[in-house]
């Protein structure tokens, strides 16, 4: 009998592809552990009063690297939240800053919960309480560490931290840059909530921009008519699923959740399926689609292109071997472990990995802490004036044409969208758009250029890794 593969723990994972990297450059050796290792991690056990007893809570915020500050990652709330995952989780945010060029170290949070068994209310003093004591030792802070939303926290847990270090720091005018993602009428930004979704598809459209690319997938280089399989439709794997079937002309095939998956050759509605989820809890019942008791196994179903958008180590040795895609894309943070990243490249998948594909929401997190620290929406002074040039030269067009008799008429349509100047929702999806063409533009010319770097994730890490590198050497390490 085979002795049972041992799989790396997230953060081995994450130390070895950072190894493999690492050993293409050539840092010194200290400067390599000074950048490897975690700077500190911060563990508090509080308690809240709840239903008429003290129950008590254990929260982390590991902060991976101050190269540049503040410091930048998200808070998750999940039952299996520990050390070593916060600590890998805010590496992987020190090397995806770096590769979007996000001005941040890598920090991340974590709270041992699991929100479902507690309603709002609970849920905001819990949240609070552990702000309070994050924010006490500036582990929250405009200028030090900023969190934002992860799993299973969103823009109502942002509001109640961002209100809660201004009640804390009534004198800071910067204060509701203390924490990102936060809803817009608290200091959020437009086109955060989708941003990590709407990065996963930046991310594609350009991967499909480079047939070279797409050749080695094994895929014609074009996103229409691709068939996609994703794993969880949280925020990400749903707006994920959502554009690029509503706008790429993808075909969403399968749909995987916690209660099984959901099956249509014909594509399913992301839409329909995500207000079913809403109201039933789960896919189990849903009319229009086949049902798989089995979700996991879809993973390993044919298809072009995969999204993890859920949890870690989904792919792993032991289903490895048996994953059809041509192209994954890493919606989720760590959804494949370092031993399945060798078979699946020996086996001709491209992987696009997650320090790149889901740095949409930190882009935008930057955007968002940019604008509370300016203390004015993006595109308020600019729109009108925009407007008002291309209305003068529409006019003279329509002169012309009128005098001279040329008969000249514009497209339908044309007009409006030329005349219409862009509001904060267009600037935030054009820097991010702008942000991920240029990171896969820097990534793939180390894949390409050099003869040892085996895919993009090495790539990535090499990216990265030379940024935070130089970065130290800049402050004289
Ligand atoms: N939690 C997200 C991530 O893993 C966003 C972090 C942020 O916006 O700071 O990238």
Redo the contacts with the bound molecule.
Sequence with gaps: MNAPIREPSFRESVDLMFNRAVALMDLSPGLEEKIRVCNSTYIVRFGVRLRGQIQTFTGYRAVHSEHMEPV?????YATNVNQDEVEA?AA??TY?CALVEAP?GGS?GGLCIDPRQYDEHELELITRRFAYELAKRDLIHPSQN??????GTGEREMAWIADQYSRMNTRDINARACV??KPLHAGGIAGRVEA?GRGVQYALREFFRHPEDTRIAGLSPTLDGKRVIVQGLGNVGYHAAKFLSEEDGCKIVGIIERDGALLDENGLHVEQVRAWISAHGGVTGYADATHVEDGASVLEMPCDILIPAALEAVINQGNAERIKASLIIEAA?GPITAGADDVLRKNGCVVIPDMYA??G??????FEWVKNLSHIRFGRMQRRQEESRHDLLIHELERLSADKGLGWELSPGFKEQYLRGAGELELVRSGLDDTMRAAYGHMREVWHSRGDVPDLRVAAYLVAISRVAASYRAKGL
């Design positions: 930048k990652g998200g808070i998750r989780l992987l945010m995806k941040f991340k900023v969190p934002a939303p992860d799993m990102t993602g990590t943070n889901n740095a929401g930190v882009t935008v997190s930057y």
